[in-house]
């Protein structure tokens, strides 16, 4: 099963709506909270799969509270429960990613609505992240190094070669000190991560002079040099001849 919490500032609705919950096989409730500040410290520290939220608390409303934790990226999908059928309520909280929206008092088969959307959201959820690791898996399995690490920031390099990357954000996203994230690096490839970098940027470059009609500025952003002259002075550092020239050289 799923884990769920509750927050209401009323404990006849999380009473009332434990109750209607007992008889599902998708969740079980897990933790519940009277004010929108404990609830998101709740969500936060649990980081549940659902939370069943009251719109209308003291100190921070359910509006509010799924702001809050769309900053903090949780994955917990959301239920709003409230009071007032008003539209204006129903549209904002769909804005901050929820999936439902039940009325007080409770009807067991808006509850039961409510549940099975959440249940096929979570599995959804649940599923992408699944793929996402396993093609995490699959990309560092096509780097023959020995060092999982390594792998993990070789596969880093290949996907965001394009972008403006550093050593830390790569150690950062493979959860290593960046100094010893370059020590190994040197020591398994035999090249710095500048200098590796380098080279697998001017090889897109040379495929890119090769294959497409591309003007040689936009090659050059698409491989990560933002200024194009300096792009052409590393092209022709490495290459020993200026993209342009490399482009209508005779074969």
């Known amino acids: 099963m799923y884990r769920a919490v509750i927050i209401d500032d009323e404990k006849w609705v999380i009473k009332s709506l434990r109750a209607l919950l007992l008889n599902q096989d998708y969740f079980e409730i897990i933790g519940e909270a009277y004010n929108g500040v404990t609830g998101l410290s709740l969500i936060l520290d649990q980081r549940p799969d659902l939370a069943f939220v009251d719109i ?3 100190g921070l409303g359910g509006l509010e509270l799924l702001q809050a934790a769309n ?3 949780v994955d917990t999908v959301f239920t709003i429960i409230s009071g007032h059928a008003e539209f204006a ?3 904002k909280a769909m804005t901050q990613n929820a999936i439902g929206y039940c009325l007080k008092p ?3 088969t808006e509850i039961q609505d409510s549940i099975l ?3 096929e959201k979570v599995e959804f959820l649940h599923s992408m992240e699944k793929k996402k690791k396993e093609q995490k898996e699959e990309n560092l399995n096509q780097f023959p190094v020995k060092n999982r690490i390594v792998r993990c920031m070789l596969s880093y390099i290949h996907q965001h ?3 403006c990357i550093s050593i830390q954000q790569i150690a950062e996203q493979c959860s290593v000190n960046p100094n010893y994230a370059s020590q190994l690096f040197n020591q398994e490839m035999n090249k710095t991560f500048s200098c590796y970098l380098t080279e697998l940027r001017i090889e897109h470059a040379v495929k890119l002079l090769q294959d497409t009609d591309l003007p040689v500025s936009e090659i050059a952003l698409t491989t990560g040099y933002r200024d194009y002259f300096y792009f052409a002075k590393v092209f022709k550092k490495t290459m020993g001849i200026t993209p342009t020239a490399y482009r209508n050289r005779e074969d």
């Open 71 to 73: 900053l903090e990226k």
């Open 106 to 108: 409770f009807s067991p």
């Open 161 to 163: 070669y394009s972008e």
């Open 89 to 91: 309520y129903v549209q």
């Open 117 to 119: 959307r959440a249940y």
């Open 56 to 58: 209308k608390m003291p």
